[in-house]
C-alpha cells in the first residue's frame, strides 16, 4: 500500500439515508452462523437485497448498476444501533465498504469499526443529507476521503467529519487498538506521573499490620 493510499479513500457512494439501521438489518443472524470471513457480504443487507426467493431486488441501491462497486455508504442517524455483533462490520467490508458516513452511529459498532481498519465518519446530519443529495444527483459520485485532514471531497465541494487522534491513527499506520495506545505512551506515563502528584493516595500501597 501506497502512503498516498493509506492517506485517502475513494470510491464511489451510495445513499442509504434511513435512520436507526440496526446490525440485524446489516448481517441477519442466520448469516453469522458457521461462516468464515470473507464471505459474510452475502448477508449483507440480505432482506433489502433479495427478495425470499433469492432473487435481487433491483430497487435496492447496491443492486443498482452504478453502486455494485460502491466502497462508501452514506447513512442516516444511529446507524449500527442494537446487538453487539461484529458481523455486521465484516458484512460491509466483505462487500467492499470501506467507510460508512453518518451523523451517528450505535456504540459498539463504531468501536467494532475501527478494530476492522473501515472508517466510521461522524458528520453533521446537514452534511450526511448534503451527500446523499449528491449522490442522488450525480449518480455514480466518487468521494476521496482525506484522513490526514478529516475531509471530505466531492468535486469542488468539501466536507468535515469528525475523527479522533488514536483511531486516526488506527487507520493511517494499519495498528491494532494496544498498538495505538502505546503510540501514546509519552503522554500515558506523564499523565501518571503527574496525577501521582495531586492524588498520591491513589497510587500509595497499603500494608496492612
Given at each position: 500500500?501506497?502512503?498516498?493510499?493509506?492517506?485517502?479513500?475513494?470510491?464511489?457512494?451510495?445513499?442509504?439515508?434511513?435512520?436507526?439501521?440496526?446490525?440485524?438489518?446489516?448481517?441477519?443472524?442466520?448469516?453469522?452462523?458457521?461462516?468464515?470471513?470473507?464471505?459474510?457480504?452475502?448477508?449483507?443487507?440480505?432482506?433489502?437485497?433479495?427478495?425470499?426467493?433469492?432473487?435481487?431486488?433491483?430497487?435496492?441501491?447496491?443492486?443498482?448498476?452504478?453502486?455494485?462497486?460502491?466502497?462508501?455508504?452514506?447513512?442516516?442517524?444511529?446507524?449500527?444501533?442494537?446487538?453487539?455483533?461484529?458481523?455486521?462490520?465484516?458484512?460491509?467490508?466483505d462487500f467492499g465498504i470501506r467507510c460508512v458516513i453518518a451523523p451517528s452511529f450505535g456504540e459498539i459498532f463504531y468501536n467494532n469499526c475501527f478494530q476492522n481498519k473501515l472508517l466510521a465518519a461522524r458528520?453533521?446530519?446537514?452534511?450526511?443529507?448534503?451527500?446523499?443529495?449528491?449522490?442522488?444527483?450525480?449518480?455514480?459520485?466518487?468521494?476521496?476521503?482525506?484522513?490526514?485532514?478529516?475531509?471530505?471531497?466531492?468535486?469542488?465541494?468539501?466536507?468535515?467529519?469528525?475523527?479522533?487522534?488514536?483511531?486516526?491513527?488506527?487507520?493511517?499506520?494499519?495498528?491494532?487498538?494496544?498498538?495505538?495506545?502505546?503510540?501514546?505512551?509519552?503522554?500515558?506515563?506523564?499523565?501518571?506521573?503527574?496525577?501521582?502528584?495531586?492524588?498520591?493516595?491513589?497510587?500509595?500501597?497499603?500494608?496492612?499490620?
Open positions: 500500500m501506497t502512503d498516498k493510499a493509506a492517506r485517502e479513500i475513494v470510491g464511489i457512494a451510495a445513499g442509504l439515508f434511513v435512520p436507526d439501521i440496526d446490525t440485524d438489518t446489516i448481517v441477519p443472524i442466520e448469516y453469522c452462523i458457521n461462516r468464515e470471513r470473507p464471505n459474510f457480504d452475502v448477508g449483507l443487507f440480505r432482506s433489502w437485497r433479495y427478495h425470499d426467493d433469492g432473487m435481487e431486488r433491483r430497487e435496492f441501491v447496491l443492486n443498482q448498476p452504478a453502486f455494485r462497486g460502491a466502497r462508501i455508504l452514506i447513512a442516516g442517524p444511529n446507524f449500527g444501533c442494537g446487538s453487539s455483533r461484529e458481523m455486521a462490520v465484516w458484512a460491509l467490508v458528520v453533521t446530519s446537514r452534511t450526511a443529507a448534503s451527500l446523499s443529495g449528491l449522490t442522488e444527483q450525480a449518480i455514480g459520485l466518487s468521494l476521496t476521503i482525506d484522513l490526514t485532514k478529516n475531509r471530505i471531497h466531492a468535486g469542488a465541494d468539501h466536507f468535515d467529519f469528525e475523527l479522533d487522534g488514536l483511531r486516526s491513527d488506527m487507520l493511517l499506520k494499519g495498528l491494532e487498538p494496544i498498538a495505538a495506545t502505546l503510540t501514546k505512551i509519552e503522554e500515558i506515563t506523564a499523565f501518571e506521573e503527574r496525577d501521582r502528584e495531586l492524588r498520591p493516595w491513589v497510587s500509595q500501597t497499603w500494608i496492612e499490620s
